[in-house]
């Protein structure tokens, strides 16, 4: 007998609902589902075809022990209890990584752990490698790190303005409802990205700038604005603070100047600017509803060594516009994975609990008060951080839970090196990917498709995820495995057990949403009643909130925050690695593949890295079309597949993250970082490219295995 399981698809942050078909305990397909109000039906090729994961041979079914140097299975148990034994002695030398791809539930949870529990705030998530800069500047800038409009705004929208960021590979369903915006509404469309995406096609105006030089192309299209007197007035005088000083700023440098800097012709930098700033109606808007303009941006604007300028000036430039708290305009940096938005609004940051509440007093009163013991008031280490004071023994153990930071870090050979240092590692994941290899003690989680809980999605929504297959072997929730350890070391941590005693997700999520205050108004029956809800829902007769900062921002007045173009990068070319080195995502695969990887069906449409390559550059090397090539930085090499293309700019080359037959970007990738998310600077480094060379006959030898030498 065949049942369908209503849920919410385990990739990007996008939300779509999907239905899983399930019999006897497998899945067998899975469908869109058309009331599902983010994905209204929609769905992309990993969405619908990308879940095979979930039941592959190499799932981890059983807790694994390193003794003498090798795995052995365990009992939980037997797990559960030696990491109790052994983490008391890392207080204060503790780090821990959470998963944007887990729930909500798992989240909280987690971070409830390393606060009470472990005694620090020394927890973060992918946020920290994607959109922190983005969330560093919009929370200073604006009071909230979130997307201020959701995705029928886009459909709204006299001019979209697509910045660093790639839809029709990374979130594909979102870029569908961007396409039926110009097609059928005849919304302007902007388009900046150093490399040409299929959206640029539609686009009435490209700006193909050189990397690193976003601060100086969005100040010129501030300063063409400020030419023409098409700031918003009114919502500058009644709205903002700070306008003088970052005007004065901007006007150091003339259009053309600015243009010069990033390599763009200044009749296209003025259009962009003018229809940002004041877009023609779009067909259908309503009379007398002013047009708006959505400024949407990725990570190409944010994994930059200036990451947090190139942010400030993107926000810096709604402001200017007033394209915020109305219908049909708003700013949108687009979130990777499934549950980013989650992950940070349940509290897996350092520097704040969760629902982004500061460690004042009266705040973390209100904790104290809920769990019964004090926590600590000090922000945490960043992630990043985390894997760089390793060496210094500030981390000597950690906790890593759904995340893979051996194909997620830069330079890899680096944090390779630095996590082989650790004294204990704990890995909680579905596989034993790269780094549950260097684990002392690996359990096996539940993936998306075996557990209950919600996910949000980048507009905010919340949505429920339910089981739809038993779990995998003894594969358990990451919340339900979190929770067993705290009750264990609750009694030496000075800590009630009953702090843990959680009998599901729905008393996880009750709690969560009883601290935080925008998510007071959702529970689980409003959820399953109602479908998706987007915060802040305050109260439980609350509809939702569609777009934020309607009539006031979180911090009271928008804040300009001057901004200048420094230089480029940490790393530029020179005549040793002549080459810019630009990182992204495609379409058939997700982040480092730990996940699409074990799709055969995704691997067969990209089973080799692309390496995307001007052919004036390739001309100039002697590379063809679809040959192998060997790509180098100061910190490492990879193999790929040579693709000739104009898409990306004469000297620049374009790698995505993904791993594949053992080649991945993350070894050349730069370990310099961004004040103040600490961001790495993965967007531009320095590198050759040279054909690959034949293996000399009776070569030997094998890539090294992941050891920790024990």
Known sequence: METKTWTTCPFCGVGCGIVVHTREGRIRWVDDDPANLSSRGMLCVKGRFGTTFVQHPDR?????????????????????????????????????FASAKATNEDAFVQQKFIRLIMGTNNIDHCTRLCHS???????????????????????????????GCDPGSNHPVIASRMRKAVDEFGTRLVVVNPKRIDMAERADI???????????LFNGMARA????????????????????????AVLERTVEEYAAVCGVGVADLREAARLYAAPPPRRGLP???????????????TQHAHGTDNARALINLALLTGQLGRPGCGISPLRGQNNVQGCGDAGCI?????????????????????????????????????VERIEAGDIRAMYIVGENPLLSEPNLAHAGALFRQLDFLVVQDLFLHETAQLADVVLPACSFAEKDGTFTNSERRVQRVRPAIPPVGASRPDWAIIADLARRMAPGAGIDPRQFAYGSAAEVFAEMARLTPQLRGISYERLDREGGIQWPCPNPDHPGTRFLYADRFPRGLG???????????????????PLVLNTGRVLYHWHGGTITRRVQALVEQMPEVPVAIHPDDAARLGIDEGVEVV???????????????DAVREGSVFVPFVKLQESAANFLTNNAYDEPSRIPEYKVCAVRVEKKRPRPVGAIGAPPTASRGR
């Not at 490209?206 to 100086?216: R, S």
């Open 350 to 386: 350092p520097d704040s609990l969760p629902g982004y509440q500061p460690y004042a007093g009266d705040v973390a009163a209100i904790f104290e008060e809920a769990w019964g013991a004090g926590i600590p008031r000090e922000p945490g280490i960043k992630a990043t951080d985390m």
């Open 631 to 645: 790509v180098r930085s100061r910190r490492g090499r990879l193999t790929g597949k040579a693709v000739i293309t």
């Open 60 to 96: 981890l079914t059983t807790p694994l022990i390193r003794r003498g140097g090798e795995f052995v299975p365990a009992t939980w148990d037997e797990a559960l209890d030696l990491i109790a034994e052994r983490l008391p002695a890392f207080r204060g030398r503790f780090g821990s």
């Open 206 to 216: 490209f700006l193909q700038p050189l990397p690193g030089t976003d601060v100086a």
């Open 225 to 248: 604005i400020l030419d023409e007197g098409l700031e918003d007035r009114a919502f500058i005088a009644g709205r903002t603070e700070g306008f003088e000083a970052w005007r004065a």
């Open 287 to 301: 009379p007398g509803e002013r047009p708006g303009s959505c400024l949407a941006w990725g990570m190409g604007i």
């Open 133 to 163: 800069p983005s969330v560093e500047a919009m929370l200073d800038q604006l009071g909230s790190g979130a997307t201020s409009n959701s995705y029928s705004d886009y459909e709204e929208a006299s001019c979209l303005v697509l910045v």
């Open 559 to 577: 804040k300009f925050v001057p901004v200048r173009q420094a230089a480029p990068a940490a790393e530029l070319p020179d005549s040793a690695y």
